[in-house]
């Protein structure tokens, strides 16, 4: 599995599999409570849930499922929400070429990952090439 | 007292406890030794008819127990199939598109728009302005939580759909928070004509439709001046 820069406390709220389009659904929704309990107003948990839906689309679409975690933990002395999307599909050839806008290596519109970007305070992704994907967003209070 | 059924030596009422195990092992739950003779092995025969005793009820429970389990399966599987028409039932009923005026279409979207739904939804819509000649519909996003990319996509989709068709359509119920995410995510909805609330689409709606009116009068007036001429 791929690794991100090692972890400092976080407190794990919730681990998910996303495998259909319901796991989609209802993942989200998780991240939109979560997003609430942790205070945030109305855009920014319609931009957190809007973001993870980006990304649990990708892994099913892409990579026929994956792994969610969710975390809370203090980011640089923010109240951060974070979550982790890993599967273990065919990997991103280009990580340059998917970051940026309206490129799309299949049906979809070219603005899932660079538009999941303008989305978060902080976004980390990793990919080789028939392992998989790791993607880590945070979203501060 | 009766004449012991049972044999008096000792080699017979082994054997006899050796009949009696195996026809229990064979299935025979109702195989007891029932010695009436009272001596040390008598003890025995006694507590090898108790514990077939046990064993029995123990069965029993368990035949009990599995019978119920296979109900409750069965319920569950019955479950289990009218949710599945359910969500099919839902499927149809969750895209109803009604003619609430002259020439306008409403279609009201309501909870997550999954490939499968929207596709029923762009076929009724379709169909739908086939069927009435309607113009103008309004597709009310009001109840749609998370507008991602490819809900996104799909409503562009249909609105093109629905132009090919002559027919234009409208997006209402935006929500302040999802435009802004929507210009975050880059997505260009600039093509489509958008209103904030379902009242505002169908004032603009209605406005279209008095122009189209007019305009039919005033074609109609230039013909018979044409006539007169």
Known sequence: MLELAPDRNFELLGEYAIETEYDIVMARQTVRQF??????GIVDQTRIT????????NMYNYAGGGKVLIERGDVESHDALIITCID???????????????????????????????LVD??????????????????WK | MSEPRNVKNLKDRINRIEDILASVAAGDMDARIE???????????AAIDLLIDDLTDELRQREKMQKELETKLKEIQEQQRTIVQQ???????????????DNILILPVIGTLD???????????????????????????????????????????????????????????ISP?????????????????????????????????????????????????????
Not at chain 1, 124 to 136: A, D, L, Y
Not at chain 2, 87 to 101: A, G, I, R, T, Y
Request: with cysteine; charged share 25%; glycine share 8%.
């Open chain 1, 122 to 139: 902080r976004f980390e992704i990793q990919s080789k090439i028939n392992e998989g994907t790791t993607v880590r967003i945070m979203k």
């Open chain 1, 88 to 118: 273990h599909g065919p990997g991103i050839e280009n990580l340059e070429l998917a970051m940026s806008d309206g490129y799309t290596s299949g049906m979809g519109m070219g603005y899932g990952l660079p538009g999941t970007k303008r």
């Open chain 1, 35 to 40: 997003a609430k309990k942790a205070g945030m």
């Open chain 2, 35 to 45: 010695t009436e003779i009272e001596d040390d092995l008598s003890g025995i025969e």
């Open chain 2, 177 to 229: 928070a999802i435009a802004q995410t929507i210009v975050h995510l880059g997505i260009d909805l600039s093509t489509i004509r958008t209103k904030a609330t379902l009242q505002d689409a169908m004032i603009y709606a209605m406005k279209q439709n008095k122009r189209s009116d007019e305009m039919k009068v005033l074609s109609r007036n230039a013909l018979s001046d044409e006539k007169e001429d």
């Open chain 2, 87 to 101: 969500q099919e039932d839902l499927l149809e009923l969750s895209s109803p598109v009604s003619k609430v005026w």
């Open chain 1, 50 to 57: 809007t973001a993870v839906s980006e990304l649990f689309r």
């Open chain 2, 115 to 173: 490939s499968q739904r929207t596709q029923i939804m762009m076929e009724n819509l379709l169909q739908k302005i086939v069927d009435t000649g309607c113009t103008i519909s309004i597709l009310d996003i009001t109840g749609v939580p998370t507008v991602d990319t490819q809900v996104a996509n799909h409503l562009l989709k249909t609105v093109t759909s629905a132009r090919l068709l002559g027919a234009e359509c409208i997006i209402s119920g």
